[in-house]
């Protein structure tokens, strides 16, 4: 019987790690698939890429992911490696919009087709491109943010932001929408660091800097997850424990209880299992002659304790990519 077979690929030298699972679709079998993606030890990539992985084993590919530990220049050693071993797709989350544009290019002159999934990209040679509404997501987040402001009284306040790159596509538009809902209620900001290296250690840096800076200010906002205890760290070493509100763009599993418990006011959750799934069916239709469409949006959970529970089944498959309760 033959199977799929799933490799993981971080930096050159290749490291290579083999799961076996059944394929499905006889007529696929032979087909092959690369996934490029930006830190495959942060658990929303991670999450992703199982995405990625169940829907390629359910239609019978074969899959390789190459994780490029945010660094540009891995990230062309990845793609140089997908396109020597003669994969039919390439499914990409660059590391920034602007490097997608040589990996698109290096792609097309070896006839490759690429569906890009999250972060966006500076040229649109690509199948499709599968996007987190991330503008109205962060609105939403805002939203919610100052709902939680008002209820302390604490309008006149600032809100520090902690942000991914701003060079990338989905961290401009997170910003913009979050912006836009802190202005239209008179909302300050007390300034933004862009993240480099996604650290505890540069996430707790920003954090403090936020803190000492300004007086005023009542929230910060992470533009990430996965370093929220930074921030947590940096607030409880202030004193500011209770007087500063964490709000988060992504999830982690232990989300759940702190948004029940108020230590987070809430999260706009990207799905990215959902995601993942949606690349590679848009892969298979173009490679199987169907129309794809050129962008897919998929929506942002504002997740807060007024509506955890209700959202709670899709969370745990769409946004942690499990089925488990909590």
């Given amino acids: 019987m033959k199977h799929s077979l799933v490799r993981v690929f971080r930096a050159l030298p290749v490291v290579l790690i083999l799961m076996l699972n059944p394929a499905s679709d006889a007529a696929a079998q032979e087909r092959t698939l690369a996934y490029l993606v930006p830190d495959i030890r942060i658990p929303f990539w991670d999450i992703m890429a199982r995405g990625i ?40 989350s660059p590391t920034q919009s602007s490097a997608a544009v040589t990996v698109l290019k290096l792609a097309e002159q070896a006839g490759i087709p690429v569906v890009i999934s999250d972060i966006g990209a500076k040229s649109d040679n690509y199948v499709s491109y599968i996007e987190s509404d991330n503008d109205q997501g962060a609105y939403d987040l805002g939203e919610l943010l100052v709902v939680a ?13 902690v942000a991914i790159p701003q060079k990338r596509a989905n ?6 929408g979050f912006l836009r809902a802190l202005e239209e209620h008179g909302v300050s900001t007390a300034g933004i660091y862009q993240q480099a290296d996604f650290s505890y250690r540069e996430t707790y840096e920003f954090s403090r800097r936020l803190i000492q800076d300004n007086p005023q200010l009542r929230a910060i906002w992470l533009q990430g997850s996965n370093r929220y205890r930074g921030a947590l760290d940096a607030i409880w070493e202030s004193g500011k424990t209770g007087q500063i509100l964490l709000i988060c763009f992504d999830a982690e599993p232990e989300f759940l209880a702190m948004i029940r418990s108020g230590d987070l ?62």
């Fill in 171 to 176: 961290g401009k538009a997170r910003t913009e």
């Fill in 149 to 161: 402001l008002d209820e302390k009284g604490w309008m006149d306040g600032t809100v520090g932001i």
């Fill in 53 to 92: 992985q169940q829907k390629a084993t359910e239609l019978g590919y074969e899959l390789s992911v190459h994780s490029a530990d945010n660094l540009s220049r891995r990230e062309l050693e990845a793609t140089v490696a997908a396109i020597d071993s003669g994969v039919d797709g390439i499914i990409l």
């Fill in 265 to 326: 006011v809430a999260a706009g959750m990207q799905q990215p299992f959902l995601m993942g799934e949606t690349a590679v069916e848009a892969m298979h239709r173009h490679l199987s002659g169907a129309p794809v469409e050129k962008v897919q949006r998929l929506p942002v959970l504002p997740v807060h304790r007024s509506n955890l529970e209700q959202l709670l089944p899709t969370i745990q498959r769409n946004v942690l990519g499990n089925r488990s309760q909590p």
